[in-house]
């Protein structure tokens, strides 16, 4: 699960980087991007590359990154609002991130993907803090994720906050 993790942290930031590298050269980078993985050794701590277990993946001008940040504090009110979030052809990864604390009443986000299906539902209320997370990749072949993805906040009397995180790499 740690080689995934770091091999996905790393996609991302190089994502990251080419955009902004392709923002201010409008050069576009064709050759593969060796990513080595750190190694720990023994007890000691050191730091080593494992230059036998690299992976290569290349990256091109079709790199995109979209991201959505709600958040909200209350102080009491309820509220309910709904929008929607697109996820264009092309996109292969999203990361989907909800966090919340209340000490009164309640917080609901519901996200759907498109053609009205429940993704996710998360109740944020004084039973705990809320911390939830999921990145997932989508195949090139599967069309069912692209489109408006529609994400709901209900309040009820609440008195915390959520914050809502959505990116598409």
């Not at 299906?117 to 072949?141: C, G, M, P, Y």
């Amino acid at each position: 699960m740690k080689k995934t993790f770091i091999l996905t942290a790393a996609m991302i930031l190089a994502g990251f980087a080419l955009n902004y590298s392709e923002a201010l050269s409008q050069d576009v980078i064709k050759e593969p991007v060796i990513v080595r993985e750190p190694v720990i050794v023994h007890s000691t701590g050191e730091r080593g590359d494992r230059s036998r277990d690299r992976s290569e993946f290349y990256i091109g001008q079709e790199v995109k990154s979209t991201r959505l940040n709600l958040s909200k504090h209350f102080e009491g009110e309820s509220v309910s609002k709904t929008g929607t979030f697109m996820v264009e052809e092309g996109i292969r990864m999203l990361d989907i991130s909800i966090k919340g604390s209340v000490q009164e009443g309640s917080i609901t986000l519901s996200i759907s993907k498109p053609g009205k299906n429940l993704f996710k539902e998360l109740v944020i209320d004084s039973s705990a803090d809320v911390e939830w997370n999921q990145l997932f990749t989508i195949r090139e072949d599967n069309k069912e994720n692209n489109g408006d993805w529609t994400y709901k906040i209900e309040a009820a009397k609440a008195k915390g906050f959520y914050s809502l995180s959505i990116t598409a790499h």
